[in-house]
């Protein structure tokens, strides 16, 4: 196959499908405000166990169904990445950990201590998700003010110094944002990979700051031929100043023995939507916020809710996800072979790597793991069939 496909770590929490939202897995619970969601301990029917327990599984889970890793998101409702990668570690054996962060958030002299930490104590399974923020309330919650195009000069210069810091040499820098002099890691600590950094966002300032420094450019779904300009577009830039990138895709997906059976699934979530969910629905379609990646995920979303039918905009593509589990639109439905077969064309179309996601995230990383990864040909021309025995 050879791409690299990781997991979604859900420290949001998550129901126990799409279609029941009741029951929540431990004791964190996904309460949608107006931009902001918010923690708090489960409306579930307290089976005793906390997030951490259920989170822990399904990076298991994902470990032993072929996953390299698992990408733990950052957002005010969730859990903190940095400390639930070093708690993952302890749970796992190979799961690498795509830690997501704001760079504006944190020291990059600091940061490049704790990952240098965490590379020691794990044997490099840390990664990184760089992600910018999408503006609006949601920003002002961590207190950050910086606009839109500061926010990523803020990024580009935190990997600056990050790199610098890591090269083993007394680094000093003079930035906007950051000056930092003769900072250097502890002789302990050097010598470690630099983790991969997978880089989010579709703005042009997103595009150069990733071009600088990003290993992986990561998108989340869009419509094909969209996706694939974009791709061009940031392996050009990336080209011009003499380096290579890569392009890896963040989606969510349906797959269920037949595409019947999958689309049963959407179908049953989207008649059990209750009025709360169709308000937050329409309050998501007009969201502030500066986010470029976010507008361009809402302007294929369909105002009215009348048909789940109408979010169809693709085979196999519904873009009506954040209807049922909030956040993205986009997502794939079908078979396992079409779902395999739509992950294919995304290679085809640039991807390298992809970080997958389905509710309730332990048993769909077995399902993904078992029945769909192995369809998946990859850069290969024939599918790649797991050993049995
Ligand atoms: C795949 C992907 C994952 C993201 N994950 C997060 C996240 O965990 N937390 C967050 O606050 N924002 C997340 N974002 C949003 C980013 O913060 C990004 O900066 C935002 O899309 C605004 O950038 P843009 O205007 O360049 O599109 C993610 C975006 C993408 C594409």
């Not at 639930?84 to 944190?106: C, D, N, V």
């Not at 840390?126 to 803020?154: K, S």
């Not at 689309?263 to 049953?268: A, D, F, G, L, S």
């Not at 008649?271 to 361009?296: M, P």
Request: hydrophobic residues 40%.
């Amino acid at each position: 196959m050879a791409i690299d496909v990781f997991w979604r770590i859900p420290t949001h929490g998550e129901p126990s499908s799409l279609r029941n939202k009741l029951h929540h897995r431990g004791d964190w619970s996904q309460q949608q405000g107006d931009h902001i969601v918010q923690k708090g301990l489960s409306g579930g029917h307290g089976d005793g166990f906390n997030n951490l327990d259920y989170i822990a599984e399904v990076a298991r889970a994902a470990e032993i169904s072929g996953f390299q890793g698992g990408l733990i998101p950052s957002f005010p409702m969730t859990d903190e990445p940095w400390a639930i990668s070093s708690f993952l570690a302890r749970e796992t054996s190979t799961f690498r950990f795509m830690i997501a962060f704001q760079p504006g958030f944190l020291n990059p002299v600091v940061a490049a201590r704790m990952t240098a930490s965490l590379q020691r104590a794990t044997g490099g399974r840390a990664l990184y998700n760089v992600i910018t923020g999408g503006g609006g309330p949601a920003q002002l919650w961590w207190g950050d003010v910086a606009p839109h195009d500061d926010r990523y000069a803020r990024t580009t210069e935190f990997l600056d110094v990050l790199r610098g810091v890591w090269s083993g040499n007394s680094f000093s820098y003079q930035g906007k944002f950051y000056q930092v002099e003769n900072a250097a890691l502890p002789a302990q600590l050097l010598g470690q990979d630099f983790p991969e950094i997978y880089f989010s966002g579709s703005s042009d300032a997103a595009l150069a700051s990733a071009s600088k420094h990003a290993d992986y450019y990561l998108s989340w779904l869009e419509p094909f031929d969209q996706l694939r300009d974009k791709f061009d577009r940031v392996k050009e830039r990336t080209a011009a100043l003499g380096r290579k990138i890569k392009c890896a895709v963040r989606v969510d997906i349906i797959a269920r023995r037949t595409e019947e059976e999958a689309w049963r699934e959407v179908q049953r979530g989207f008649e059990n939507l209750d009025d709360a969910a169709r308000e937050r629905y329409k309050r998501f379609a007009q969201q502030t916020g500066d986010s470029v990646g976010a507008s361009r995920q809402r302007s294929n979303a369909p105002k009215e809710l009348n048909d789940y039918r109408d979010f169809i905009i693709h085979p196999n593509v519904w873009s009506g996800l954040s209807l049922l589990r909030g956040g993205q639109t986009q997502g794939i439905v079908g078979s396992y072979e079409q779902v395999a077969e739509r992950l294919d064309d995304l290679v085809r179309l640039g991807a390298d790597a992809f970080i997958l996601a389905s509710t309730p995230h332990l048993e769909e990383a077995y399902r993904v793991g078992e029945e769909v990864l192995p369809l998946v040909r990859g850069h290969d021309s024939a599918p790649v069939l797991r050993a049995v025995g």
